[in-house]
């Protein structure tokens, strides 16, 4: 299992959200890294599947940032789609579209036809969790990734907003979370 230091699609794509994102941009950055990392090691990527986990990963929580909100994924979405357009990369879009909005689906996410969603899904949790969650992968892996793309604040900051969106919206439940 490698650990790839340079990712040159994910770099070219995040560093246009580098002045947006601020002072969070490390820790973001890793956390992509590390999902990335996490994904392509459950499961063998060829190299289109490789992309759409890169190109998933970059947008899946970008719209925290550009609309400034914890009601991330019809931004992070839209983001996705755009990308994807300007690539031509559209007929990606129903795939990456469910790799987005389904990343923090509770439970598993069965489809066949799109079976790198769920791979998404148990690679963001797996970081999200700290290495809590492992799917298989064996923890002195988690454990080398983790140290090579530390957390740079990351999931502080996600705890702060998360914070803020329950105080503002006590009744609502956290808007990606799905069952």
């Known amino acids: 299992m490698i650990i ?17 994102i601020g002072d969070e941009y490390l ?13 392509q090691t459950l499961k063998k990527c060829n190299e289109d ?8 990963g970059a947008f899946h929580d970008i719209g925290i940032w550009t609309d400034n909100t914890f009601d991330y994924l019809s931004p992070s979405i839209s983001q996705a789609m755009k990308y994807l357009k ?7 879009s ?15 996410y069965n489809n066949k036809k799109y079976a790198l969603v769920e791979i998404f899904r148990q690679g963001d949790l797996i ?5 809590f969650f492992k799917f298989g992968i064996p923890k002195s892996y ?9 957390n740079a604040g990351f999931h502080k900051n996600i705890g702060k907003r998360a914070v ?3 105080i503002k919206n006590p009744l609502k439940p956290a808007p990606m979370m799905k069952l």
């Open 127 to 131: 970081d999200f969790s700290y290495g």
């Open 49 to 56: 599947e490789s992309k759409k986990i890169i190109i998933a």
């Open 94 to 108: 129903d795939e990456i579209r469910l790799m987005i909005s389904e990343h923090h689906k509770i439970s598993e």
């Open 27 to 39: 820790g973001y950055k890793n956390h992509v890294y590390r999902m990335v990392h996490f994904c």
């Open 86 to 92: 300007k690539n031509n990369l559209e007929y990606w």
């Open 142 to 150: 988690i454990k080398s990734v983790k140290a090579t793309f530390n």
């Open 164 to 166: 803020k969106w329950f």
């Open 4 to 20: 790839k230091k340079q990712i040159p699609l994910l770099d070219g794509i995040l560093e246009k959200y580098q002045g947006i």
